[in-house]
């Protein structure tokens, strides 16, 4: 099993920023990609961005491209989100998932490990 924590969320302001951090635990050499996914009351749980084991390909939702980055340290097992800029339509609990293809994906089913989520709400 792989357990993954997401800490770093809170209320911030339009304009400003935060950074997420996800920690993996368990037996996390079966995990290569990961990916930060969110949701919104009333909506789906939605793409955000990803990245691949080696960090050197990640790809991003067009609604955060330019001001959201993903990072990862595989040394330490984090992924991080740092998110700027952000806008009240960025309000949702963010989510980290891991996946044990080498390819990032836009797809929520292809991750079989989730964290718990931590709320990001961005006031205006």
């Known amino acids: 099993q792989v357990y993954l924590v997401e800490s770093g969320g809170g209320l911030v302001q339009a304009g400003g920023s935060l950074t997420l951090s996800c920690a993996a635990s368990?037996?996390?050499?079966?995990?290569?990609?990961m990916g930060w996914f969110r949701q919104a009351p009333g909506k789906e749980r939605e793409f955000v961005a990803c990245?691949?084991?080696?960090?050197?390909?990640?790809k991003y939702a067009d609604s955060v491209k330019g001001r959201f980055t993903i990072s990862r340290d595989n040394a330490k097992n984090t992924v991080s989100l740092q998110m700027n800029s952000l806008k009240p339509e960025d309000t949702a609990v963010y989510y980290c998932?891991?996946?044990?293809?080498?390819?990032?994906?836009?797809?929520?089913?292809?991750?079989?490990?989730w964290g718990r989520g931590t709320q990001v709400t961005v006031s205006s």
């Open positions: 368990g037996r996390t050499f079966v995990v290569n990609a």
């Open positions: 998932a891991a996946r044990h293809g080498s390819q990032g994906s836009r797809s929520n089913v292809e991750y079989a490990y």
């Open positions: 990245i691949t084991w080696s960090g050197a390909n990640t």
